[in-house]
């Protein structure tokens, strides 16, 4: 990933103003909301690569485990099958859970490079910033360390929502955008459970749950 001042150059336009004009911006210089849109695309483009990474690092626990399921079935150990196929279960719960974060988190940097390449701050920012708050509360208890960054991202976005002068229209239609919001959040869950169903493979039958092995 390239350093956050080359992402940010690359992000800002060509500046074609003229000189009367790059004059009374040097003395009263606009609000650098481009920049700061830039900004938070680099910082989600971070998270997300550590989201990958984690996720990584889960499947391969979860594939040592699963060949402990498979050994101990084997071996018609029920007891030690269940409680390998416990942990299973709670690491793909686990994994499930940031798969949708990092889903959620790409749509949500597809919208930011769709705003800068329209050169629109204003339309549909609103939205974004609800889903990157509610990721940071889904995300706090799981892995700190993102949901604290996000907690940045989204003070960072909201701040351009109140300088691109969109304030009024999200404070008086919020239902609006916190639908949308969900609405990104639960396709990408829909995604996530597809997913988890094609890169994981299923327990073998008979395996006992760690309820049925109580009882």
């Known amino acids: 990933m390239p350093r956050v001042d080359e992402f940010v150059r690359?992000?800002?336009?060509?500046?074609?103003?003229?000189i009367a004009e790059r004059i009374k911006n040097m003395i009263s210089p606009p609000p650098p909301l481009r920049y700061k849109l830039a900004m938070a695309l680099y910082k989600l483009k971070v998270?997300?690569?550590?989201?990958?990474?984690?996720?990584?690092k889960m499947k391969e626990r979860d594939a040592a485990l699963f060949e402990k399921v498979v050994q101990a079935h084997m071996e018609k150990d029920?007891?030690?099958a269940s409680m390998?196929?416990?942990?299973?279960?709670e690491l793909?719960?686990?994994?499930?859970?940031?798969?949708?974060?990092?889903?959620?988190?790409?749509?949500?940097?597809l919208r930011l490079e769709t705003i800068m390449t329209m050169g629109d701050v204003v339309v549909n920012l609103a939205p974004v910033v609800s889903v990157v708050k509610d990721l940071k509360r889904y995300l706090i208890g799981i892995v700190p360390e993102i949901g604290l960054e996000l907690a940045e991202i989204g003070d960072l976005l909201e701040s351009v929502v109140v300088e691109a002068g969109e304030l009024g229209e999200w404070t008086t239609m919020p239902n609006v955008y916190s639908e949308e919001a969900k609405k990104i959040l639960e396709e990408a869950a829909i995604?996530?459970?597809?997913?988890?169903?094609?890169?994981f493979p299923e327990l073998p039958s008979g395996v006992p749950s760690a309820q049925q092995q109580k009882k």
């Open 47 to 56: 998270e997300n690569n550590k989201l990958d990474y984690i996720i990584a």
């Open 84 to 89: 390998y196929a416990q942990e299973v279960a």
């Open 78 to 80: 029920a007891a030690k």
């Open 92 to 109: 793909r719960k686990l994994t499930k859970a940031l798969m949708t974060a990092k889903l959620a988190l790409e749509k949500v940097a």
């Open 10 to 18: 690359n992000w800002s336009p060509k500046d074609k103003r003229g």
């Open 191 to 199: 995604i996530a459970e597809q997913r988890m169903k094609t890169e």
